[in-house]
């Protein structure tokens, strides 16, 4: 079974400029998850997908962050313009729905953003 | 502000040594809470988890330990290897909510 995939593995752009990070989850699985995590701190939640809806966006830093995923498959996070402080290592992870409490979550290997 | 806290930063262990890393919550409401290990280049995996009802939770050399009274709870490695060099993450979830709380994270170096 293949794991939960990201791309691209790194991404350096400018400030002002405009970046779309891809997750592929793994198939079959209706959650979708992303997190972030800035340089030496924890990672942070970002939101969370139900197929293609926005189950939770509460943690999406501001407006120009734009997560979005086509028929339930794979998603989308751009961001625009990119700031300095958007650098940092973004995590998809992905997880089924088995209608137990707790689903373990599959996380992708990462795309490390610079924003120079 | 930070959900879950985790120490120490960064651990370095002689082979066949005990490795702690410890982490302490303030939501009560949490009654989750899984450890991610994370080596270079991949995406941190569940290695094991615990939920409040036990205090204790073992896997082969991996041991959890939960003190819900103190809000704090802990990983153990046993014997110690350099395989076992990674970073962890603690984090903490609560039923039917499906995002987690991670703690900052502890790299970890076990020397042969």
């Known amino acids: 079974e293949a794991g939960v995939t990201q791309f691209p593995s790194h991404s350096v752009i400018e400030k002002g400029q405009t970046v779309t990070l891809r997750c592929d989850p793994i198939?079959?699985?209706?959650?979708l998850y992303w997190y972030r995590r800035v340089m030496g701190k924890e990672i942070k939640f970002l939101l969370h997908?139900?197929?293609?809806?926005?189950?939770?966006e509460s943690g999406m830093p501001n407006n120009r962050f734009l997560a979005e995923r086509t028929g339930g498959t794979y998603s989308t996070l751009k961001v625009q313009p990119a700031e300095l402080e958007d650098s940092g290592v973004y995590f998809c992870?992905?997880?089924?729905?088995?209608?137990?409490?707790?689903?373990?979550?599959?996380f992708g290997p990462g795309t490390r953003l610079t924003v120079l | 502000q930070q959900q879950v806290k985790q120490s120490p930063q960064s651990l370095i262990v002689q082979k066949g040594g005990i490795s702690i890393i410890n982490c302490a919550y303030e939501?009560?409401?949490?009654?989750?809470f899984p450890w991610y290990q994370q080596f270079p280049g991949k995406g941190p995996a569940l290695l094991i988890a615990?939920?409040?009802?036990?205090s204790e939770k073992k896997e082969g050399r991996f041991t959890i330990s939960f003190n819900k009274s103190a809000k704090q709870f802990s990983l153990h490695i046993m014997d110690s290897q350099p395989g076992d060099s990674a970073t962890y993450f603690c984090?903490?979830?609560?039923?039917?909510?499906?995002?987690?709380?991670f703690g900052s994270g502890t790299k970890l170096n076990v020397k042969p």
């Open positions: 992870a992905s997880s089924p729905d088995r209608g137990q409490i707790y689903n373990e979550q599959f």
């Open positions: 198939s079959g699985h209706d959650n």
């Open positions: 997908f139900v197929k293609e809806s926005k189950q939770d």
């Open positions: 939501n009560t409401a949490f009654d989750y």
């Open positions: 615990i939920r409040p009802d036990v």
């Open positions: 984090a903490a979830s609560r039923r039917n909510f499906n995002k987690f709380y």
